[in-house]
Every structure is written in C-alpha cells, then in structure tokens.
C-alpha cells in the first residue's frame, strides 16, 4: 500500500442493501411510519423491527400489543416471500396500507451495520428518540418490568410449567406485615426481573437498583428459611441491536458496569438476557 493509499479507510467488508417498510396506521391518510427494516448480502438476508415496543407503547397506548402484532405479521411474511423466492419484487402485504421502500446500496463491516443505516436514515422515531433528553420521572418502569415478567412466564411455561407457580411469590422480610414480591423463588435460587429500556434507562435504572435492594435485604433478613442464590434477570437489547444508535448504546454499556459493581458487592448475579425465552431456559438450568 503506497503512502497516499494509506491517508483512507478500507471499504467496509459487507456489500448488499437495504429496504424499508412504512405503515400507513390511518388508510389514506397518507400519515406513514417506518415499522421495519430488511438488508440483503450475499451471505445473509435480515428483516427487524425498526421501532422500539417501549416507542409503541407510548404512541399506541392500549393498542400497542395490536400494533406489535401487526408489525410481526409482517416481519413473518417478508421473511417467508425472500426465503422461497430470493426476491420481495412479488411480495404482497397480508394487509392494506404497507409500503416497501426502494432499494438502497449499501456497506458495511457486516449485515447488522447496513441494517443500522436503514433505521438512521429513515427511521426518526427510533434514532431520535433514543437520544432524546428526558425527566427521570417521566415515565414509570413498572409496567415494563409487568410486562418483562410475563413474557418470561410465558416462555417457561412452554418449557417446564411445573415452574410457573415459583413466579410472583410474596415474602415478609420484616417484623412488619408488609409483603415483598419476588420475580422467582424455588429452593435455594431467588431472582428478581427488571428491564433496562433504552429510551428510558435513568428511570430503569431506577427501578433495577430497587429490585436489588429487595433482593439485598432479603439475604440479610433473619429468615430462618432463605435461598442461598440471589440473583437479577435483566433483559436488554443486544449490543449488535441495529435500532440502538451509538451513543444509546454506551449507555446501555455504562449502565450494566454500574449495575455490575452494585450488584457483585452484595453477591448478587446478574444475568444479561436479550429476549425472555434466554431468561426462561436460564430459569430451567438455574434449578434443575
């Protein structure tokens, strides 16, 4: 490589490209949302959501869970089109009001960085709003970390449902009659479950400090009967998730050392889990 070769970067590895789909929520209204993004090369082919569940939960309300479903549906139909035809020129939505973008030329260092391209270029309610400044108050964690908790429930029952009676069970730690609810107990392993929310993490953190403290002082209680493992379930996007952008996602990293000290110094685990059935087949092997 001569001297004037070396001035500029290598072309990133991955060639391929990358569509997006719109949604049109209110039929012709002409109002439309990026719900998804796909990205081809030749090795690989990846269809994801490209708005985030807690953005639906905001914007939807009651309706979310409908609007995730949609949005699955159609994830499901795109993949299922591309792996038999190879080509999504013939691809119909099993509903009105979807769009398919053009084809955009792209590169990257692998399939996960073109797919980041499509969310920053055309999906403003994921990358904007991750870094967005926000009150700690401004939303409670609680129903997620609900809704983190069923999800949960819902995959271990698939897997063991002899399991599903340890979950959501109420211990008196102190000489009040107040009672502490615990994500999980069974013989001598106890956890708590707690979500870090990307576009929310100082309230998560908030309300994962608050689970540790509960399991802290449920290892120091003067219980006759206690477990002898504590530990914390926490369920995060993974670090290659293409809808975190780069500044969110150090965060969610500098957020999970804090967590990390925290929790080691009272010898309490963490468990990192990228989607509920990892935490639930974690469960399965924690007390088998």
Known sequence: ?????????????????????????????????????????????KVIQAIRSELLDCLYGQQSDNMRSMIAWIIDSINKEFKQF??????????????????????????????????????SLSSLSLDAERSDDEIQPKKYNEYWSRCIAQELKKINPQLISSFGKKVQLGESKLLTTFGFIRSDYTSNFSLLVPSRLSASLNSVKAKLLDLETFKKSGLLTKPTVYEIIIGTPADSDPTLTDNSLKKLRNNIEMINELASSEGITIFRAESAEIAANHLVKKVA
């Open 1 to 45: 490589m001569n001297k004037l070769n070396s001035l500029f970067p290598e072309l990133p590895t991955t060639s391929g490209w990358w569509r997006t789909v719109y949604l049109e929520p209110i039929i012709g209204s002409g109002e439309r949302i990026a719900i998804a993004v796909l990205a081809d090369s030749d090795k690989e082919f």
């Open 86 to 123: 190879k080509s999504l020129e013939q691809w119909v939505s099993p509903f009105e009001g979807v769009v398919l973008s053009d084809m955009t030329i792209a590169r990257g260092q692998n399939l996960d960085e073109i797919l980041r391209q499509a969310v920053r270029f055309t999906s």
